[in-house]
């Protein structure tokens, strides 16, 4: 089992609609969740970070997280082209505090 | 005024080849990562560095040695390079170890032929 897991999409959702990216982790002694987004031969950037359980809003984005069932996930209102780009969840580690990947996934928004 | 710095951005080489990447930030961060990304965009950390300090080692084949002279910079130096080596390394940085968010340079896209 790895240890983030992403759907590798595409996702395809049209402009304006809500984008729903989930994640699953394995290990219950990660504390911090992240969601990278990369455009194409772009590095990662930071969108959004959570540590508690429910949600977390931040302009268009949303992150949620519920520990109890290892899940975090970004939902993001109306989708614009430009949101079009692979989302990277990582998770730390409360023991060593580095940051785990998952191998992302990759949202088309078509006009 | 860019934050995490790379060098060189492309790199093309030998297989057997010896070659260093090069990574400056100017964020004033303690700490400092090299990170894998291989062709199916899966992003591994490698190493990092805090302080000058070695504190994540992953299992890297010890053709990979990081070398971090000073907080602001962390280079990474590769010996014998395969095939399998081919991928595209990103530096990044973070005021601490633990701090939520890490800056990552603009990377560099290593292919050896």
């Known amino acids: 089992q790895k240890e983030v897991e992403q759907n590798s999409g595409p996702l395809s959702v049209p402009e304006g609609a809500i984008a729903s990216l989930n994640c699953t982790y394995s290990?219950?002694?990660?504390?911090?969740f992240f969601w990278y987004r990369q455009y194409s031969g772009k590095s990662p950037e930071l969108i959004m970070f959570?540590?508690?359980?429910g949600d977390k809003e931040d302009g268009r984005f949303t992150a949620q997280l519920n520990k109890a069932s290892q899940y975090v996930s970004l939902l993001i209102r109306d989708s614009q082209p430009s949101d079009s780009a692979t989302y990277l969840c990582?998770?730390?580690?409360?023991?060593?505090?580095?940051?785990?990947f998952g191998t992302g996934t990759r949202l088309q928004v078509f006009p | 005024d860019t934050a995490v710095s790379q060098t060189p951005k492309y790199l093309v080489t030998q297989m057997g080849n010896d070659k260093s990447i090069k990574c400056e930030q100017n964020?004033?961060?303690?700490?400092m990562y090299w990170y894998k990304q291989d062709s199916k965009k899966f992003l591994k950390i490698m190493f990092s560095?805090?302080?000058?300090?070695?504190?994540i080692n992953e299992t890297v084949p010890n053709r990979f040695s990081p070398k971090s002279p000073d907080k602001a910079h962390l280079n990474l130096h590769i010996n014998s390079l395969e095939l399998g080596d081919s991928a595209v390394y990103f530096c990044?940085?973070?005021?601490?170890?633990?701090?939520?968010?890490?800056?990552f340079g603009p990377g560099t896209r290593l292919l050896v032929l």
């Open positions: 290990d219950r002694g990660s504390q911090s």
């Open positions: 560095y805090n302080n000058k300090e070695l504190i």
């Open positions: 964020l004033g961060h303690d700490t």
């Open positions: 959570i540590y508690s359980n």
């Open positions: 990582a998770v730390q580690s409360l023991y060593t505090d580095k940051l785990i």
């Open positions: 990044a940085s973070s005021q601490g170890p633990a701090e939520e968010t890490q800056y």
